[in-house]
């Protein structure tokens, strides 16, 4: 990616971590770049596309950082860590009219992780696929919603420390459910 893109992009995030997303402009933009608008408009149509292209920027490279996972844990820890480092940007965005755009990548990044830990966890076991694509939305659901609780609630509380807790709190749960549809694809033979 060229400075200039680049350039665009840091300045946008740091314009959202001042304040919110439908008071960004163009012209905010340009003017800490010191570009001209024309240099914006060859990189980016509109401010809602350069949000889409930087929060799917984010995505793949969490995506592609953290391809393993070996708990559940593993699996949030990393993309609470990264929304926490924006956490003013990714509130304002969050609260804006454009919230779908952050909401599209945090369940196609939700999905990723949880199917790589599916993955993991069960190989070695014949789940019949249907029930493998069950428990992955089941999982991917779950965690999406947990992602939005606490950006609802302005990500007040400790997300990692509280999952940490369910997580042993259920301990054991999605490996029953895993060794189940294993066990009924096996009776069926």
């Known amino acids: 990616m060229n400075r200039t893109k680049t350039a665009i992009i840091e300045t946008f995030w740091q314009l959202l971590e001042e304040g919110p997303y439908n008071k960004i402009t163009v012209k905010d933009i ?10 914006f408009y060859y990189h980016f149509h509109d401010i809602p596309e350069l949000l889409e292209y930087t929060i799917k920027k984010d995505a793949d490279l969490i ?4 391809s393993q996972f070996g708990s559940p844990f593993d699996c949030l820890a990393p993309l609470a860590e990264h929304c926490l480092k924006k956490k003013k940007a990714l509130l304002h965005i969050y609260r804006s009219a454009q919230r779908e755009a952050f909401v599209m990548q945090l369940e196609r990044i939700c999905l990723y992780v949880i199917t790589q830990y599916i993955e993991t966890v069960t190989a070695g076991l014949t789940l019949p696929p249907e029930d493998k694509k069950l428990l992955i939305r089941f999982y991917k659901c779950t965690l999406v919603g947990i992602f939005l609780d606490w950006l609802e609630n302005g990500m007040g509380y400790d997300l990692l420390k509280g999952f940490e807790r369910i997580t042993d709190l259920l301990g054991g749960s999605g490996q029953q459910a895993f060794l189940k549809s294993a066990a009924s694809t096996s009776n069926k033979h």
């Open 30 to 39: 340009v003017d800490r770049c010191q570009i001209n608008r024309n240099t």
């Open 63 to 66: 995506i592609q950082t953290y």
